[in-house]
Each structure stands twice: as C-alpha cells, then as structure tokens.
T-cell receptor
Framework: GNSVTQMEGPVTLSEEAFLTINCTYTATGYPSLFWYVQYPGEGLQLLLKATKADDKGSNKGFEATYRKETTSFHLEKGSVQVSDSAVYFCAPPMGNTNAGKSTFGDGTTLTVKP | SAVISQKPSRDICQRGTSLTIQCQVDSQVTMMFWYRQQPGQSLTLIATANQGSEATYESGFVIDKFPISRPNLTFSTLTVSNMSPEDSSIYLC??????????????FGPGTRLTVL
C-alpha cells in the first residue's frame, strides 16, 4: 500500500520568508500525490497535486515536485503571507492505500507573522 | 468538482446523548467517507459509506458507536452515539473524484465541530 510521512511540528515564519514542508512517500508504483490545506475554522481543500513522477503541482505560489529518486513531494513557497497561515496535509490518493484507508500526513501548522 | 455541505456546523452535547451529522453532495457519488479530526491532529478515517450496502469501518471504529446511513447517491449521515468527552472532535465528510479519474482527489465538507461536556 501507499503512505506518506510528513515533517512534524509547527512552523512559524515571518512574512516573505521561504517555506518548505517535507513529505516523503512509500508507494507501489507512482500514484498521484496531493497537498491539502485547512484554513482556520474550515474544512480541507486541495492545494495542489501531481499525477505522475517528475510532475510539478503549483497553485497560489506554492509548488511541489514529485521526485521519484528521493520519494519526496515537498511543499515550497518562495514568499509566504500572513494569509497562508493554515494546516497543510500531504496525502496519497484515496483508492490506492492500504485496505482502502487514506493515510494522510500528520499535518503541519504554519503560522506566518507580519 | 463536488460541493459538500454538512449540518450542523457545530454543536455542544451532553455526555450519553447522540448526534446525527448530515452530509449533502451536489452531485451523485459512489463512495462517501467520514473522518474524525481530533484537536491538533490529522484526519482519521472512520468509515466508507457506499450506497446500497453496509458501511465499511476502519480499525478502532464500530457500527454501534458510529452508525452510518447512505440512502442515496448524494446524502449520508453519521451518528455519534452515547457520546463522551473523548468524542469531541471535528467530523468531516468527503467524496472522491469520479472513480474513472486517475487522480482520486478528495473533496471535503466544511466539517462539524462537536464538543461533548
């Protein structure tokens, strides 16, 4: 089955700082990979996705490259804003996980200070 | 993309009572999923709800505690029964992008924030 491991611990940055949130995956083959974001008081929404190895997903200034050589899908943004403060989850697709279980990453809480 | 609504958005309940959470999707979907997100933690899948069959529960979750209904392709309910303070959590409904897609993106409802006193 497929699973992801996400960096632990909250991240606090100043506005305009560079952001990296690490995510590595264990997979059979090369399934799609996703980053979801959860803004305060809201449900999860898709931030970006990559559907195959070496693919790059991007949205709202965030990027993540599906690197098969390092089995990674790290989330990056060159200049964060206060409005980026949220919880970020790395995830494999629903249908390709162990016994149908969606193994989300643990979530990384990002706080951006002005 | 699918648009999902949940009711109630939040509730405060007494120990020993039950709460039913509703999930409505604006399109027909085969599978609907119920998650729990405890404070400061990631999502944990409770069960998968398929229309016309019994829900499939994940390890650690049982039907007596979390009965699920799926009467049609756009609606599901999750009941949290005989609640205790440990059930205080956000409960999220989600659906998967059309099964024929290779991407399997999930769409989530806004969540129901439950507090049990």
């Amino acid at each position: 089955g497929n699973s992801v491991t996400q960096m632990e611990g909250p991240v606090t940055l100043s506005e305009e700082a560079f952001l990296t949130i690490n995510c590595t995956y264990t997979a059979t083959g090369y399934p799609s990979l996703f980053w979801y974001v959860q803004y305060p008081g809201e449900g999860l929404q898709l931030l970006l996705k990559a559907t195959k190895a070496d693919d790059k997903g991007s949205n709202k200034g965030f990027e993540a490259t599906y690197r098969k050589e390092t089995t990674s899908f790290h989330l990056e943004k060159g200049s964060v804003q206060v409005s980026d403060s949220a919880v970020y989850f790395c995830a494999p697709p629903m249908g390709n996980t162990n016994a149908g279980k969606s193994t989300f990453g643990d979530g990384t809480t990002l706080t951006v200070k002005p | 993309s699918a648009v999902i609504s949940q009711k109630p958005s939040r509730d405060i309940c007494q120990r020993g009572t039950s709460l039913t959470i509703q999930c409505q999707v604006d399109s027909q979907v085969t599978m609907m999923f119920w998650y729990r997100q405890q404070p400061g933690q990631s999502l944990t899948l409770i069960a998968t709800a398929n229309q016309g069959s019994e829900a499939t529960y994940e390890s650690g979750f049982v039907i007596d505690k979390f009965p699920i209904s799926r009467p049609n392709l756009t609606f599901s309910t999750l009941t949290v029964s005989n609640m205790s303070p440990e059930d205080s959590s956000i409960y999220l409904c989600s659906v998967e992008e059309v099964p024929t897609s290779a991407y399997n993106e999930q769409f989530f409802g806004p969540g129901t924030r439950l507090t049990v006193l």
